[in-house]
T-cell receptor, first 112, second 112 residues
Framework: AQSVSQHNHHVILSEAASLELGCNYS??????LFWYVQYPGQHLQLLLKYFSGDPLVKGIKGFEAEFIKSKFSFNLRKPSVQWSDTAEYFC??????????FGKGTKLSVKP | NAGVTQTPKFRVLKTGQSMTLLCAQD?????MYWYRQDPGMGLRLIHYSVGEGTTAKGEVPDGYNVSRLKKQNFLLGLESAAPSQTSVYFCATYAGGLYEQYFGPGTRLTVT
């Protein structure tokens, strides 16, 4: 069965610091990969997605992710975080029925 | 265009009570999903539907039933609520193909 691992449970950064959140998936075939963000008290919103093509994917709010097939990884990055980026971030892979298989999430706290 | 809506937003149940959560979409998507979100667990798939009149079990279906009598609605039922079903429930829809899932705002359920 497919699975997704997110390496960090809670990350604390100061504003302007760079961010990298790790994500590894288990499936070795064709994958569709997603990063979702959940701001406090809100529903999930899509940050970015990868289906094929350029392995460096740019999303909303300055986020990007790199798909490295050989490492089964899809890490999320942002060069300079803001206080408003405080949220929980979920990596996910597309399942066989169009569902999403989620990692356990990484909470990001940005100190002003 | 409301997207994906969920009713109710909050609910407190006593153990053994029953209730139905409603997910409604105006996006004409074929696929609909129910997930539950628990701290440190990410989102897990309860049940899903690939079209009107169809339902299937996901990763954690026990204690839940679903129905998809109309394309736009996906109902999640708890026949006899248990404290272990205290969670936030999210509905999502999906058009198929190279598109992402769209999430509703969630229902926070507490079972005492």
């Amino acid at each position: 069965a497919q699975s997704v691992s997110q390496h960090n449970h809670h990350v604390i950064l100061s504003e302007a610091a760079s961010l990298e959140l790790g994500c590894n998936y288990s499936y070795g075939g064709t994958v569709n990969l997603f990063w979702y963000v959940q701001y406090p008290g809100q529903h999930l919103q899509l940050l970015l997605k990868y289906f094929s093509g350029d392995p460096l994917v740019k999303g909303i709010k300055g986020f990007e992710a790199e798909f490295i097939k050989s490492k089964f990884s899809f890490n999320l990055r942002k060069p300079s975080v803001q206080w408003s980026d405080t949220a929980e971030y979920f990596c996910s892979v597309g399942g066989s029925q169009g569902n999403l298989i989620f990692g356990k999430g990484t909470k990001l706290s940005v100190k002003p | 265009n409301a997207g994906v809506t969920q009713t109710p937003k909050f609910r407190v149940l006593k153990t053994g009570q029953s209730m139905t959560l409603l997910c409604a979409q105006d996006m004409n998507h074929e696929y609909m999903y129910w997930y539950r979100q628990d701290p440190g667990m990410g989102l897990r798939l309860i049940h899903y539907s690939v079209g009107e009149g169809t339902t299937a079990k996901g990763e954690v279906p026990d204690g839940y039933n679903v129905s998809r009598l109309k394309k736009q609605n996906f109902l999640l039922g708890l026949e006899s609520a248990a404290p272990s079903q205290t969670s936030v429930y999210f509905c999502a829809t999906y058009a198929g193909g190279l598109y992402e899932q769209y999430f509703g705002p969630g229902t926070r359920l507490t079972v005492t």
